[in-house]
Each structure stands twice: as structure tokens, then as C-alpha cells.
């Protein structure tokens, strides 16, 4: 049995989210345990149910700044990544402040020989029916080539323990010609070249949506910004459609046999329905919930972090970063 | 009267579809002047039409390097910029490769006074029904912050000409806050409020589109990459819907009714259904069209090039240019 360890204080909606999620998961047949307010998370419990709460006054809000997280090693976060360091848990999930997440991470599990920093790891979807895993997704925002390289590693590591096998690595670039990108890219393909892994070379951003590629490394500058176009161009292309729909009646009727169409559609693009994004380079499996994470959304986090430590996610990131370059 | 040269031998269906949509535009009263290889476009012309020609017999095709053109002086694409330079035409049109006509721009037409290098502007779709200009698309992949500033004020000056009053400029980051963002945009953000412009900050891709902003300032890379993704992210999405709408006969049925609100919904989204992207900083308008573009197409670029020409582009360009700093 995995033991999870969930920030019940972390996410827009918390603990009231968490905790519902939590339960959710328990009755799913996880094994959670829940860091926080003790006196805020019993009441929450359905009458009846039990989830073991590991109490902690202090918790990160949003307006704290992640380095704040320093000093606070009492705090919520820092109590799950505790909890994983010691072996009493096997992962840890949070929908918390991403920075904070990070910095608690780094403070309290470290990084893996040869992990220099973490990179947050999202899933987009393909239309193939594939996905592609985008890395890095906003931890680091200025990074040199090497760390590049190294993120490369810990996607393909993740990718093969989702069962993707032999993953193709594409770098992320405005052009697939070999020479196009800007500094940045044209250092690092000749480097990513030289480790010990399948480089299918640049692939823009519609390419990697297309399926060349399963792993797409970038910075997490320029990651953050594909993923928030990509957010941003989807919800104004549904408010648009949607505008155009209500113009006339055939239209509404329309939309109206076409719900479940639609129901459909929207289980298979949420860019986070399977749990939220995964820390890479940590010495514990961590998944960052998304901060408006819904009861949902908080037992799919569980259900991933769950998945990635049965698979072995750590180890065979340790392994791929001492025999992949 | 306007005279706009258009380059016959740019792009993936050249000169037919350039022929058919320089027809187009002269039948809805514009004036053009075709460069190219007579003996290949005067065959296209319907009967009894005449559009003027300027022959040249060579041409820069989708395989030369864009570094090839400075040597090849007669080629279309440069030609049509020489027009313009020489006042035989008010603004130049191609469909071609976009670095060569970036690279034909700067030999033959030179940038403005205070514009060190031209960007490529784009306009995308805001949820509000308004339009966010965003540069650079993709001409300059690494920019230095002075750079950035610059494309700022061109952004402003296109903006204006739009009819937009006191254009709000953002720069793309990956968070709002102050202090967000990569090195290149936490050095930017100052310059850019030192200058006579209403910065609102930092914007996200989902704010942009969102409407917090009527210009939004990134380097070529990120910017390309931005463009692609909310491009790849809306064909998955419509790809994805259409699958699911096929399944259920009540999908079909669904679909039938609400075929004039996809066709209505199309041409709102057509992110360049109002003709392509425009070069700012050189001497004189010059609208780069999609490579891939119909007739259609081809009279929206040359309706454009006209539109700016009339407003005054790089009268404003320039003013903005000694004043706005």
C-alpha cells in the first residue's frame, strides 16, 4: 500500500476541496494522509470517516512568497515533503502555491544525483489520442543548455514509466529545420544529440500537437507561455463558438443534441483531468495539483501520484540520469 | 490611387492563386502592379483583363536560404520593394518565405530612423470581439530589451492607424506580478515604462487574449511559439469535437444545424482572415502573406497594405519613433 501525503491547506478551495477529494480517493482504496489545521479538516469528514491528519498550524497562503517557505519549515507543505523524506509517505500531492511546492521540495526531499534543479512536467493532449509530456512548464525560467539536456532526461524517464517506449525527444523550437531557434535551442540539440536518447530534433509547438514528439523540452519561461496560449486560444475559440451558437434557434437546438458531443470533448482536453503536473528531479514522487482544483481534480492528483510511485518513477529517473549521458 | 506591387512568384501556389487574388482586388477597385515571370502570369488574367506587369525572370523559392536574396538583386521579392522605394508603388505584398522578404525589406527598402531592425506584427482574436497586435511573430529570435522597446513604440504606431486610441502595451511574461518573468523581461519592463507609452505591465497569453492589452511585445521566438500553439491548440480541439460529434447520429443531426454558426465562427477566428502580418520598421508597408494563401487570401493582404498605406503607417512610425522615446 502507497501511503499519499496531501497538503490539505494548499488550492483556492482548501481544505473544503482537499478534504472531499481525499475522501474520494480513500473510498477509491488510496491511502492518504492529510497535513493541516486538524481543527479545520475533522469537521469536513463525512459522518463516520476516517483519514489520519498529521496537524500543522502554519500554511502557505498565495499572497506568500515562495521563499518565505524558507523559514516556515513547520508549514503545510514543508510537512508533506517531511513526511516523504522520512518514509512515511511515498508521494506527496499539493495544489498550493506551485513556487512554494517547489522550494518545499527542494528544501526537504533534494534533488537527484545530477538533477541540478527540479522541472515541472505537464501532459498536453495529442490528436492522435496520444500525449506529449511539455517540460519545463514554469519552474525555471532562465536555463542553460545542460539543464536543458538534463530535463530531457527526467521527461524521457517519466514517459517511459507512462509506457511509452523508447520516447522521442523533440526540443521545442519556432522551426524544425536543424539551425532554426534562438540561441538557446541551437546549443542545446548538438548537446541533447550527444546523450543517449532517441532526439527526433526541433518541433514546433503544432508538431508536437500532431505527435512527433512524446517528450518536449523547454524552458520554463517559454513552456509557461505554449501552455497558456494554448489555454488561452481554446477558451476564446469555445466563448466565440459559443456566441455564434445562441445567434438562432437552429443553432440552440443544435447545441443541444450535440451536449453530450460536447461532454465528451471536454473529459478529453482538459489539459489537467489526469491530475495536474508532475515535479521532476526530486527524491520523492510530487505532484502539483492545479489551484483551483475541484474535489475531482484533488483525487485524480492522488490517483497520479499513486500511479507514478508503483511504476518506480523514481528510480528510473535516477537511473536514466547516471547511465543516459 | 494606391498603387500596391505584389510579388506573383511568393508562395506555395504561385503565381496561379497571387494571379486570381490580385484579380480579385482590382475588380473591388485597388490598383496593383504584378512582378514576376510575364510569360507564366499573363496566361492566368481572365479574358479581356489586364492587370501591369513588371517582368523579372528570377525567384526566390520556399528551399533558398533567405541569405541567398542579397545576391540575387533582379529576384520578384526584391523587386517589388525596389518599387516601392522608388515610388512607382505605395506598398509591397508577398506570399513568399518570410525571411527573404525580411531580408529583401531591409536591402531595398531600409529601416526607419530609430528602428535597428523590423518586426513582424500579428493580429490575434480577443475574447471581447477586439484584436491584440503581437510582436515580434518571429523575425528576430534573440532581442535585447532596447530591441523590445522598439517594437513597443512600431506596436503603438500600427495600433493607432487601427483606429485604436492610446493602445495599451503589455509584455508578454509568464505572470502578472512584477519581478515575473525571464531576464530578458524583468530588464525590459523598466525601459519600456521609461518611455512615453501606457504600459500596463506584464500580460500573460491568457490575459492578452482576454483583452488586457492592444499590443503585446515578445521576442520572435517566444512570439512564434505563442502563435503556433494557440494554432495547434485550436486544430486539436476542433479535430477532437468533430470525433466526438461523428459517434451519435444526434451528433450529425447536431452538426447540420449548427453548420452556418461553425462557417459564421470560422471567419472570426481565421487568425489572418484580415489579409497577414505586417512588417513595421522599414520605409514603406509591406504586408507578408500566409504562404499557404487562396485568392482569397491573397486580396485580404492587398486590401491591407492598401488600408495602412491610407492611414498613414509609416508617417506614424516615424513620429512615434523621434517622439515616443
Same mark, same amino acid.
Given at each position: 500500500m502507497t501511503r499519499i501525503a496531501v +497538503?490539505?491547506? %494548499? #488550492?483556492? +478551495?482548501?481544505p473544503t476541496a482537499i478534504v472531499a477529494g481525499a475522501v474520494q480517493a480513500v473510498r477509491a482504496g488510496h491511502d492518504v494522509v492529510l497535513v493541516g489545521d486538524e481543527a479545520r479538516i475533522r469537521p469536513l469528514f463525512p459522518r463516520r470517516f476516517e483519514i489520519p491528519i498529521v496537524h500543522t498550524d502554519d500554511a502557505i497562503g498565495m #499572497? +506568500?512568497?515562495? /521563499? /518565505?517557505v524558507r523559514r516556515r519549515e513547520a508549514c503545510s507543505v514543508r510537512c508533506v515533503m517531511q513526511l516523504v523524506r522520512d518514509g512515511e509517505a511515498r508521494a506527496a500531492v499539493s495544489c498550493g502555491s506551485t513556487g512554494a511546492t517547489l522550494v518545499a521540495a527542494v528544501l526537504d526531499l533534494g534533488t537527484l544525483e545530477g538533477a541540478e534543479r527540479p522541472a515541472i512536467a505537464t501532459v498536453m493532449p495529442r490528436r492522435d489520442g496520444g500525449r506529449v509530456i511539455l517540460l519545463d512548464a514554469g519552474a525555471n525560467v532562465d536555463c542553460r543548455p545542460e539543464l536543458l539536456a538534463c530535463f530531457a532526461v527526467l521527461g524521457v524517464a517519466y514517459a517511459e514509466v507512462s509506457g511509452v517506449q523508447r520516447p522521442r525527444v523533440g526540443l521545442l523550437s519556432n %522551426?524544425? &529545420? &536543424? #539551425?532554426?531557434?534562438n540561441m538557446q535551442v541551437r546549443a542545446t540539440l548538438p548537446l541533447l544529440r550527444s546523450h543517449d536518447l532517441d532526439v527526433v530534433g526541433n518541433v514546433e509547438p503544432t508538431g508536437a500537437m500532431e505527435g512527433e514528439c512524446d517528450v518536449l523540452v523547454c524552458d520554463g519561461f517559454v513552456g509557461n507561455i505554449l501552455l497558456k496560449a494554448a489555454e488561452g486560444a481554446v477558451t476564446t475559440v469555445v466563448s466565440l463558438l459559443r456566441e455564434e451558437i445562441r445567434r438562432r434557434p437552429s443553432g440552440v437546438l443544435g447545441a443541444f443534441l450535440l451536449r453530450g458531443a460536447f461532454k465528451r470533448f471536454r473529459r478529453r482536453v &482538459?489539459?489537467?483531468?489526469?491530475g495536474g503536473a508532475l515535479l521532476l528531479g526530486t527524491r520523492g514522487v510530487v505532484v502539483v495539483g492545479h489551484?483551483?482544483?475541484?474535489a475531482n481534480a484533488v483525487a485524480a492528483a492522488i490517483a497520479m501520484a499513486e500511479r507514478n510511485v508503483s511504476a518506480g518513477l523514481v528510480a528510473r529517473m535516477e537511473e536514466r540520469l547516471s547511465s543516459g549521458r
Open positions: +497538503d490539505a491547506m %494548499g #488550492g483556492d +478551495d482548501a #499572497g +506568500d512568497s515562495p /521563499s /518565505s %522551426g524544425t &529545420e &536543424e #539551425g532554426k531557434g &482538459e489539459w489537467d483531468a489526469h489551484g483551483r482544483a475541484n
